[in-house]
T-cell receptor
């Protein structure tokens, strides 16, 4: 059973270009989360999606960032007109359908390291 | 301070010693999770402890949770050089979005 897959692992973009980050959740998982990690810091939540629905995007910057999780295919985090401050590691996590009050473990992918020149 | 703060920020010990890391948080939680991250790599889930649990064990790991003090601790016993990594606590308040602290950087000297 493959884990969470992310690609590309490394992405270099020039200022003003677009970055597309992909995430394939673990088999059987219908919940996807995106987090951003700046150097020497913890992860910061960006967005939580289920198939075809954005459930919580409270951590997403208001401009230039968007996310989707279509019925078929991977989840996509899209950053338009990238700036140097977007340079970070972007992690995707997935979890199965929640069972009860206890919540579910989130399983993380290896991340995409975005560098904006 | 933000939800999920680890203490200490950095810890250096000798192989074979125990390592204890603490995490404090602000709001009520459904569960608290500990993760490990090797330099430049993704996160590996270590253990999840629910709000109605007080202690949990997994191999050389022992996690405690004190909801009255809003704190948790992670104990790694008989540490190994391979345990060198950053350790993060993450809280789930029921929104499903995890809130991470800034981590404890553990260095185990062989």
């Amino acid at each position: 059973n493959a884990g969470v897959m992310q690609n590309p692992r490394h992405l270099v973009r020039r200022r003003g270009q677009e970055a597309r980050l992909r995430c394939s959740p673990m088999k059987g998982h219908s919940h996807v989360y995106w987090y951003r990690q700046l150097p020497e810091e913890g992860l910061k939540f960006m967005v939580y999606l289920q198939k075809e629905n954005i459930i919580d995007e409270s951590g997403m910057p208001k401009e230039r960032f968007s996310a989707e999780f279509p019925k078929e295919g991977p989840s996509i985090l899209r950053i338009q007109q990238v700036v140097r401050g977007d340079s970070a590691a972007y992690f995707c996590a997935s979890s199965p359908v929640r069972g009860g009050l206890s919540g579910d473990t989130q399983y993380f992918g290896p991340g995409t390291r975005l560098t904006v020149l | 301070s933000q939800q999920g703060e680890e203490d200490p920020q950095a810890l250096s010990i000798q192989e074979g010693e125990n390592a204890t890391m603490n995490c404090s948080y602000k709001t009520s939680i459904n569960n608290l999770q500990w993760y490990r991250q090797n330099s430049g790599r993704g996160l590996v889930h270590l253990i999840l402890i629910r709000s109605n649990e007080r202690e949990k064990h997994s191999g050389r790991l022992r996690v405690t949770l004190d909801t009255s003090k809003k704190s948790s601790s992670l104990l790694i016993t008989a540490s190994r050089a391979a345990d060198t990594a950053s350790y993060f606590c993450a809280t789930d308040t029921g929104r499903r979005a995890l809130t991470f602290g800034s981590g404890t950087r553990l260095q185990v000297q062989p």
